[in-house]
């Protein structure tokens, strides 16, 4: 009892100061403000479905295709009144950014979730308030799966497998080896990518000689690559969680006098337009997808969690894989 006295004290203290940060670095590309008021369950009348969507940053190319596909799905004309915060891949902006949509009585709160830890007690504030909570593309660890809804996005160990399968399929017996760019430290996709990468390589001759964070942007990518080829000599293949930090690891690669996709082989994840042009130019080798058109999977949910009806605890989207050939074909009609 006390406790949460306590907590409800605290939130209302915090819940001003968290709009107005808030206020400092989101977008909020959707608005009524036609009508008024807003906010509050009144209902009569305006039947838009409040969402607070606290998104990780605007780290890569994937990152850009995902905002762009919850901002033009969570709009008013498919029943939504949407807030967007981009978090700049910090764990507690985005734990703020939870904490004034709380404040402020959304029908429920999306986000991903930057890192896989540490979301427990504001999850428990969610809860306590009644609001359901959607978790987009990474998970959380939490053990109490009742403190979220719905976990939609990708599975990031057979993204991984699929990475490492083709790697084992062409260069087992050759002594590979391997440096790996790694997402995000604690984030979901990097410790899952890694792990999957892992398993499918284990039994064969390919060794992984390095590996790094590069936090999945483009410049980290460089610089990490740029240190893995003063340090190493024998370089044979680039193993990066996602597109960009291949991207990056090709300007290194170039920049040290070498031809990325020959002298270096390159494999990555995701599959956006910059990367899927890399591989059909010959600099990437291989490409695992990563879907990041969440929106519309994103809205069928959370129309139904709003309405009370059931829905599943999971839904995991089908990803595919890319050689060369195939990125020429997909391009030209290319989403993202
Ligand atoms: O692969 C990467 C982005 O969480 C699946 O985050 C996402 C990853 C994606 O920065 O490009």
């Not at 850009?64 to 919850?70: E, G, L, Y």
């Not at 597109?243 to 040290?256: K, N, Q, T, V």
């Not at 291989?286 to 069928?300: F, K, Q, R, S, T």
């Amino acid at each position: 009892m006390a406790r949460t006295t306590f907590a409800r004290g605290a939130l209302a203290a915090l819940s001003a100061a968290a709009l107005l940060a808030l206020g400092a670095c989101s977008t909020t590309p959707t608005n009524a403000s036609g009508d008024g008021g807003s906010g509050g369950d009144g209902g009569s009348g305006d039947d838009l479905i409040t969402i607070g969507f606290s998104q990780v940053g605007a780290e890569s190319g994937w990152r850009a295709a995902n905002t762009k596909s919850i901002q033009d799905t969570l709009t008013e004309e498919n029943g939504f009144e949407l807030s967007f915060s981009d978090a700049q891949q910090k764990q507690e902006n985005q734990i703020q950014a939870i904490r004034s949509y709380i404040a402020q009585g959304v029908d429920v709160i999306a986000f991903s979730p930057v890192v896989e830890s540490g979301w427990d007690a504001v999850l428990e504030e969610a809860k306590a308030a009644g609001i359901p909570v959607i978790l987009t593309d990474r998970a959380v660890d939490s053990e109490d799966e009742s403190l979220y809804a719905s976990f939609i996005g990708s599975d990031f160990v057979l993204e991984g497998e699929m990475a490492g399968e083709w790697v084992a399929e062409n260069f087992d017996g050759e002594g590979l080896k391997v440096v790996e760019l790694q997402g995000t430290t604690g984030s979901a996709p990097a410790i899952d990518r890694k792990e999957g990468f892992e398993s499918a390589i284990a039994g064969s001759d390919v060794e992984i000689i390095d590996s790094q964070t590069g936090n999945f942007t483009r410049a980290e990518g460089k610089t990490v690559m740029e240190g893995f080829l003063q340090a190493h000599d024998d370089i044979d293949l680039v193993f990066a969680h996602n597109d960009d930090m291949g991207l990056g690891a090709i300007e290194a690669i170039e920049a040290a006098g070498l031809t990325p996709g020959e002298d270096i082989k390159i494999v990555t994840i995701d599959a956006v337009k910059d990367g899927m042009q890399a591989l059909a130019d010959g600099k990437i080798n291989y490409i695992v997808e990563c879907n990041p058109l969440l929106g519309p999977d994103l809205a069928e949910i959370a129309k139904k969690v709003v309405a009370g009806e059931e829905v599943e605890k999971r839904i995991v989207v089908k990803d595919e894989a890319f050689d060369q050939e195939a990125a020429i074909e997909a391009l030209p009609t290319r989403e993202y």
